[in-house]
């Protein structure tokens, strides 16, 4: 299985703290840059051929820093993500640029460059993608997405409205009934599950079928191919997917499990202040 990472967003919501000099997967969380995250995640579940989707003129500090991943225990390459005002953009369009590298025959994972998930309560934070790939791997559905429970606004997120929740080997699940793209105050009541939303993390498994889907999406007001409509017209068309949930249920373990958005500046300053004290810098050696 390979993986992606999605690294050629622009950042406009972090210029305050960017500036535009450096690119926001690059930020530092305590004593890591924020795409180590990810890249971690991945290495930990066993994936070592990663992909990382750049943008031609702002992010070519992303390869100074990962070089070919030798030695960070992967092996990547980068995909140049070539925009223009005529052209789309968005998360959709990023992962369909990987559609010549992925078999037929072949599921990947993907992951947001400046997503941030966690498990302080495990041996290693970085070990939360199991989870997800068992689930995936025994159901065998169109996707699987790790979501994040909240009780607070999600209207900047994707949302997804669960059915019935499952348990199996300590991963609660269940099917997807619907999603939405930063949904209004009056949707949000619409796609809660029981008292909760769940807020996509920016993690997802696809198999090779979500291509066609993508092609077939059209773009946003702001000219953006966004995933959610995808995979929402997956589901339409009688595909089945699975969100796993990633973060703390009432009777769960623990409720050390994270999950930030680093592209917004509040949540670069939560994850900061959360994960400053860690050296995360070591448990990138495990």
Not at 138 to 143: G, T
Not at 161 to 173: I, P, R, W
Not at 241 to 251: A, C, R, S, T, Y
């Amino acid at each position: 299985m390979k993986g992606v990472i999605l690294a050629a967003g622009e950042g406009t919501r972090l210029r305050r703290v960017t500036y535009g000099a450096i690119p926001k997967e690059l930020l530092p969380i305590g004593n890591i840059p924020t795409i180590r995250f990810p890249l971690e995640t991945m290495r930990l579940a066993g994936i070592k051929h990663i992909y990382v989707t750049i943008a031609p003129k702002t992010k070519h500090n992303i390869l100074d820093a990962l070089q070919s991943g030798r030695d960070l225990g992967v092996n990547i390459c980068y995909l140049v993500q070539e925009k223009n005002e005529k052209r789309p953009a968005g998360i959709g369009l990023a992962i369909l640029s990987v559609k010549p590298w992925i078999r037929r025959d072949e599921d990947f994972v993907v992951a947001c460059g400046d997503s941030i998930v966690c498990d302080l309560s495990s041996q290693n934070p970085f070990a939360c993608l199991q989870s997800a790939l068992e689930v995936h791997k025994i159901i065998k559905p169109f996707a699987t997405i790790m979501v994040y429970p909240t009780s607070f606004n999600p209207t900047r997120f994707g949302v997804a409205k669960l059915k019935q929740l499952n348990e199996s080997n300590g991963a609660t699940y269940g099917d997807i009934e619907k999603l939405v793209e930063k949904p209004s105050l009056h949707a949000v009541q619409k796609f809660k599950t029981g008292t909760l939303n769940y807020i996509i993390t920016g993690y997802y498994i696809f198999s090779h079928k979500i291509f066609p889907f993508i092609e077939k999406t059209k773009p946003d007001r702001q000219n953006e191919v966004q995933i959610t409509d995808s995979l929402e017209l997956a589901i339409r068309d009688g595909e089945r997917i699975i969100g796993v949930i990633h973060g703390p249920l009432k009777g769960a373990r623990s409720c050390e499990v994270y999950y930030w958005d680093v592209g917004d500046p509040e949540d670069y300053k939560k994850a900061n202040i959360r994960l400053s004290k860690l050296d995360l810098s070591s448990l990138t050696r495990e």
